[in-house]
């Protein structure tokens, strides 16, 4: 294999764990530059748990303290003390451990990194992407804007966690969004599982009459 060919392989395996934390673990991509490993409770084939409390956003090197592409901060929005708890689905568990597995983490803990041990740029992730959906998608989506950014997998992740059925309350906590901007967002794909809570909301109520639900309602205001 030709040395450029090689260092891109390399690069592109390195890559996969930045897209992997955005869409199954619904990061924000500056998350997932920050990520340490010490940060990160992991068990492999069961469901772990990532702690998001720095970010490492693009700001070129005029604007960081040291010089560098990528700035050190805190969460989005929030004080520099604060701290995500997010849940992680076994697959992106495993994607974490043989990564780690095979490129070891940086002098700082980070896991994420380009070839050369540094931050990503989001440039180079933005072409990966790219010529990934080439592969993955039909010649018609490709020019569609569908899935067009890296940011579209955080979206995709919040958009399957509602679709399984976890509250919304809870996906807007695990995400780092509030209750509002995930309604206003996401509203279409919340609405359309009205049908589906109906039918919950009929299992609860199958043979139930007026006087049981006003029972019931009393039961659990004295209790």
Not at 20 to 38: I, K, N, T, Y
Not at 83 to 90: G, K, T, Y
Request: charge should be positive.
């Amino acid at each position: 294999m030709h040395p450029r060919n090689a260092t891109q392989a390399t690069h592109t395996r390195q890559g996969r764990l930045f897209f992997a934390l955005v869409m199954f673990g619904g990061l924000r991509p500056e998350e997932a530059l920050g990520l340490v490993r010490a940060d990160c409770t992991l068990q492999r084939g069961e469901w772990g748990q990532v702690k998001a409390r720095r970010t490492k956003p693009t700001a070129g090197k005029r604007w960081t303290d040291t010089g560098e592409i990528h700035d050190n901060r805190g969460l989005k929005g929030r004080d520099d003390s604060e701290v995500r708890l997010v849940p992680i689905p076994p697959i992106l568990v495993d994607i974490i451990l043989a990564h780690i597995g095979e490129f070891g983490v940086t002098e700082d803990g980070r896991i994420v990194t380009n070839e050369r041990g540094g931050v990503p740029v989001s440039s180079t992730l933005s072409r990966a992407w790219k010529e990934a959906r080439k592969f993955a998608l039909t010649p018609k989506q490709v020019v569609s804007p569908l899935a067009k950014t890296p940011y579209s997998g955080r979206h995709a992740a919040l958009s399957i966690q509602l679709s399984a059925g976890v509250d919304p309350a809870d996906v807007a906590r695990r995400a780092g969004n509030s209750i509002g901007v995930l309604l206003r967002v996401y509203a279409k794909l919340i609405a359309g599982r009205d049908e589906i809570n109906n039918r919950k909301i009929d299992r609860v109520l199958e043979g139930a009459t007026y006087f049981d639900a006003i029972s019931a309602k009393e039961e659990q205001a004295e209790s």
